[in-house]
């Protein structure tokens, strides 16, 4: 049953009234309730940044709202949550979500046929398609060929193309899941622009979930905050809830700009030159050099930050550095105070031997995590590092609790939210003690609070001597804990 | 022919090519497979591929036929006069004549089939089989998802192979790290199948509402015509065989 508005075009989507009466959700398998006692309303065209700690519900609320939780095999439901006083399920295409990661919601081959794919799962005419599928993609300002090949696109483009692609089928109810948290500064501005036009020409009601405040704080008349032990903390105007709640906010993790993360002093004082980089060109395929001659220093107790656009050829220079990925041109030369008896290369160093000197955290944790619970995955190192039991043991304990992970020891790490993996990942680096530590976007999409945990970390292997180099586009990250900007 | 070629509706290729096929199956001797070979050599040209591109992706074809030829020759069932015998191998004239037979069928169903691939577009394609062949449009629009992401696997097998270098355990050889990376590409596959399915429903794919279709895909009279060129390359091909009482068939 869709209204004849919706299908005809010639008026924009009319917004739509939530109801949310006692409503929680369950997701099957689980012992606890992702959503609980959740009482709300929500008027047709309000504009509402929905906030809350890691845990609290959030996604799970907004794919109830879209109708892609499931049935009843995928979880329990308690109460009501009712789009116009239906079920959400019943009213697909009511409501568009945008999901988070751009890579996983491009789903045809070409810019034109991604945008109508909605469309057609709704059954809009084909002539009405191809008349929405142009206005979409102007409206989210990506001018584009229709058969321009959806592969090709930046981060930000993806996420604008998605965009357009919810758009087109003209939702009553725009949903946005954190839309920009795997995006660079460019691309969160492309994407939040994109959204404050198109809201300046539509009624439809938006929800956006965000834990960056500052980003949507000016599109929105209204903020929600989700309590992780259910029901509603806080719900009012922007300026009055941020007020009230903005300091309890920023300790959950949320990004508020009157709570910035504390910094750490800096303590440590850089040493001597340990790793060398000369004359240096690298590309992740021969033949195909993403950047060349590149010369700088690594000094012990120090952070070297390696910033520049999108493509300029950081996580690859990265990975040079780290003795994963062999120089096209020019040298990764380790002093002798790093090699310790092996080879002058890092390249051609042994797995074994990386450890103990340059350990890599990678951009996605999900990449290098190869056991099945998280004590597991801290004690792979150690152990081919040949330490005895006891020693292993001591290391996997001492990171456990120095990481808050200790309540995690026998979870999956596939099981971990976001900021978990994150500080997994850069514990089982640090389970080996290098001398040299990469990491690949360490901050990205991290709540404040992880971000100040891992700033904090940082800080403390400086000061112990640890050399620290960071592949960041986080101008916040940069003034933390750089002495040096390499800038592609 | 070029141009139109390509705009042909991609199921008539693919109709046409497993016509041919079935036919060339049926029977295993040289003169099938060689009538159809020579009618592939005036219709492939047609198909618009460029001479390098074909010569470099029919590759495989080219090199695993005569392989299996010589195995055929080696090892196959002897009969006739033998000229060759030492341990397992008896070359015979028998096994000549079925090796020569197994060349020629390798090509003929192989070629096509690289070509076939090489000129369909996969959106057209399952745009086709829902639309003209009515399969279940769920399981056709995700498979053509899915394809897309084969892509991403190449980059996540070699970021999980770093990553096993710099966890200390990349040591040892490529074939003993075989197993768990393969898990390990299989669960990150696993996991951006469910993302990407949850972003097909967030835009109303698998709802109740009957789907309508952007693009058309068309059956008329030039698919027919493909289709009927593949079947009559076929008979023709088992005709003469059969005229020539060299028809082999397999099951026989």
């Not at chain 1, 697909?92 to 810019?111: F, Y």
């Amino acid at each position: 049953m869709r209204g004849e508005s919706d299908l005809n075009g010639s008026e924009a989507a009319r917004g739509v009234r939530i109801t949310s009466r006692g409503w929680g959700w369950r997701h099957a398998g689980r012992l606890a309730w992702a959503v609980t006692d959740l009482d709300l309303m929500i008027e047709p065209g309000e504009r509402v940044l929905l906030l809350g700690a890691s845990g609290a519900g959030k996604s799970t609320l907004l794919h109830a709202l879209a109708g892609v939780l499931g049935g009843s095999d995928e979880g329990d439901q308690r109460g009501e949550l009712l789009l116009d006083g239906r079920p959400p399920t019943s009213e697909r295409g009511r409501a568009g979500l945008l999901l988070q990661d751009p890579d996983s919601q491009v789903i045809l081959s070409r810019v034109g046929d991604d945008v109508a794919f909605g469309c057609e799962n709704l059954g809009v005419p084909r002539d009405e398609i191809w008349r929405r599928v142009p206005e979409a993609l102007a409206s989210v300002g990506l001018n584009l060929p229709l058969d321009h090949p959806t592969s090709a696109l930046s981060g930000g483009q993806k996420q604008r193309l998605a965009l357009a692609g919810v758009i087109a089928m003209q939702p009553g109810l725009l949903l946005l899941d954190e839309p920009t948290a795997n995006l660079d500064a460019d691309g969160v501005d492309e994407v939040r622009d994109a959204v404050a036009g198109l809201l300046d020409h539509s009624s439809a009601t938006f929800i956006v979930i965000e834990h960056r405040v500052e980003v949507w704080r000016s599109l929105v008349d209204r903020v929600i905050v989700l309590s992780t032990s259910g029901g509603v903390v806080a719900d009012g105007h922007p300026d009055v809830v941020l007020a009230e709640e903005g300091a309890a906010l920023a300790r959950s993790g949320v990004w508020v700009p009157e709570h910035p993360p504390a910094l750490p002093g800096r303590e440590w004082a850089p040493g001597d030159r340990i790793l060398e980089v000369a004359r240096l060109t690298v590309g992740r395929v021969k033949d195909n050099p993403v950047c060349s001659g590149l010369q700088f220093g690594v000094r012990a107790a120090s952070g070297t930050a390696i910033t520049g656009p999108n493509g300029a050829g950081k996580s690859t220079l990265g990975l040079t550095i780290a003795g994963l990925l062999p120089p096209l041109a020019g040298d990764v030369r380790a002093e002798s105070s790093l090699r310790s008896g092996a080879a002058e290369h890092p390249i051609r160093w042994k797995s074994r031997e990386l450890l103990t000197r340059i350990g890599t955290v990678f951009q996605h944790p999900e990449h290098q995590f190869l056991a099945a619970t998280v004590r597991a995955e801290l004690a792979i190192g150690p152990r081919a590092l040949k330490l005895p039991e006891s020693e292993v043991a001591e290391r996997v304990d001492e990171l456990l609790q120095r990481l808050g992970l200790d309540h995690l020891a026998a979870a999956n790490p596939f099981t971990l939210s976001g900021g978990e993996k994150r500080r997994l990942s850069v514990a089982t680096a640090l389970a080996t003690r290098p001398k040299v530590l990469v990491l690949d976007e360490p901050t990205f999409g991290q709540d404040s609070r992880t971000w100040q945990e891992l700033v904090a970390l940082l800080a403390e292997l400086m000061v112990q001597g640890t050399a620290v180099v960071a592949i960041t586009h986080d101008r916040q990250l940069v003034a933390a804990i750089a002495d040096r900007e390499v800038r592609l | 022919m070029n141009s139109t070629f390509e705009e042909v509706n991609p199921v008539a290729k693919l109709a046409a090519v497993l016509l041919m096929s079935l036919c060339l199956i049926l029977s295993l001797d040289w003169v099938s497979g060689s009538v159809a070979l020579a009618f592939e050599a005036v219709l492939l040209p047609l198909a618009g591929v460029p001479a390098k591109r074909f010569w470099l992706r029919t590759l495989p074809v080219w090199v695993a036929a005569p392989l299996t030829g010589l195995t055929i020759a080696l090892y196959g069932e002897a009969s006739g006069v033998i000229h060759v015998e030492f341990w397992a191998i008896r070359v015979s004239d028998g096994s000549l004549e079925l090796a020569i037979a197994t060349v020629l069928r390798v090509l003929a169903i192989g070629l096509p089939a690289v070509v076939l691939f090489l000129t369909v577009d996969p959106t057209a394609l399952a745009d086709g089989l829902a639309q003209v062949w009515r399969l279940p449009s769920r399981f056709v629009l995700g498979a053509l998802a899915a394809l897309r992401l084969v892509g991403l696997f190449i980059d996540d097998w070699r970021s999980l192979e770093q990553a096993r270098r710099a966890r200390g355990v990349g040591d040892g050889g490529r074939l003993a790290r075989l197993p768990g990376q393969a898990f390990a590409l299989l669960v990150l596959s696993i996991r951006r199948g469910s993302k990407l399915a949850t972003a097909m429903e967030a835009r109303g794919f698998g709802s109740d509402i009957e789907r309508s279709w952007a693009r058309t895909s068309q059956f008329g009279a030039r698919e027919w015509m493909l289709t009927a060129t593949g079947l009559i390359a076929g008979l023709c091909a088992l005709a003469v065989a059969i005229a020539t009482g060299e028809w082999n068939f397999i099951l026989g």
